[in-house]
């Protein structure tokens, strides 16, 4: 196949290059600085605001996986929550006219969205049929608001896109759980062998994680199913409390003790790590319904096991 992958350069897009290029997939970049040289990847500049040169990559390409947008590791500034919305925004649109313009557009566009767009909740789990999308819930903080908002504007793009040859899918993702550094399991593995992998505020808010081997398959598992569209959930089927996650992460990192840290504390270490805590306060109790609807099995679906596949291969 051949597969393009606008904002293909960070954490995740280097996983799924990977995972692409080691079967022999032809793989495009499409990056809007230098990017360091990838075995198997061709890098291509694009600004993810207009069309230019780079939409002739689309045409005739299999898949196009649109992973662009600035990281949500970020303090929550004005800055960066606009930052946020316009590199989201406006490069669903520009992908979507370059697929809109190509004479053989696509089969696939697969659209990264999250698994934030569902409610703050603690009762019951959200799949994409019964789950309760965010937004004004009482009790949090209003900000929180904006990453719903986001969400949704980010798939309303997509599907707005006229592309009647070009089945469209919505990855609601959760927290991707991979060796590599620069992710959710590096900072997380740092805090515990640091000992502070105890629980925050309470802890009884939901983790919501997927392993790296388990996103790459159902992300091929959605390349072929062509009966599938829209949003798809792509979550480990059972999330876990954080008490809970981080007391598994702990004892697969032989870390005996981790200290716990009110929602005082954890505003303090988000603005050293240059983070925000709805990261880590929101609960996101999110199950794949409709990936386990069409068939697809988990090689990780438990969280303690994974976690210690995920240490015995981590870097030392």
């Not at 598994?248 to 929602?263: D, E, I, N, S």
Request: proline share 7%; with cysteine; charged share 25%.
């Amino acid at each position: 196949m051949k597969v393009v992958i606008p904002g293909g350069t960070g954490h995740l897009g280097r996983v799924l290059s990977r995972a692409f290029t080691a079967r022999g997939d032809e793989v495009v970049v499409l990056t809007r600085r230098d990017a360091a040289p990838e075995p198997g990847v061709r890098h291509v500049r694009w600004d993810a605001r207009a069309a230019g040169p780079w939409a002739a990559e689309l045409d005739g390409s299999d898949v196009v996986l649109n992973l662009a947008g600035r990281s949500v590791h970020c303090r929550y500034t004005r800055a960066n929550l606009r930052e946020m919305w316009t590199s989201r925004i406006d490069s669903a649109r520009v992908v979507g006219g370059a697929i809109e313009r190509a004479a053989r557009p696509p089969r696939v566009w697969l659209q990264m969205s999250t698994a934030t767009i569902y409610a703050h909740r603690f009762d019951a789990p959200n799949d994409e049929t019964t789950g309760v999308l965010g937004g004004g819930e009482p009790g949090v903080p209003a900000y929180w608001a904006y990453s719903v908002d986001l969400a949704r504007s980010w798939e309303r793009e997509q599907a707005a896109a006229g592309t009647p040859r070009t089945r469209k899918v919505a990855l609601r993702t959760a927290m991707v759980m991979s060796p590599e550094p620069g992710g959710a399991f590096a900072m997380l593995l740092r805090l515990t062998r640091l000992g502070l992998g105890g629980p925050v505020a309470g802890g009884a808010q939901y983790l919501s994680w997927i392993h790296e081997g388990d996103l790459v398959r159902a992300i091929d598992f959605l390349i072929a199913r062509d009966d599938v569209s829209g949003p798809v959930n792509l979550a480990a089927p059972e999330p876990l409390p954080y008490r809970d996650f981080m007391r598994a992460l702990r004892a697969a990192a032989g870390v005996p003790f981790g200290l716990p840290a009110t929602k005082w504390l954890a505003e303090l270490g988000a603005f050293a790590l240059r983070s925000d805590t709805e990261l880590l306060l929101k609960s996101r109790r999110v199950v794949p319904g409709r990936l386990r609807d069409a068939g697809f099995a988990f090689e990780h679906p438990d969280w303690p096991a994974a976690a210690e596949d995920l240490i015995r291969r981590v870097s030392p």
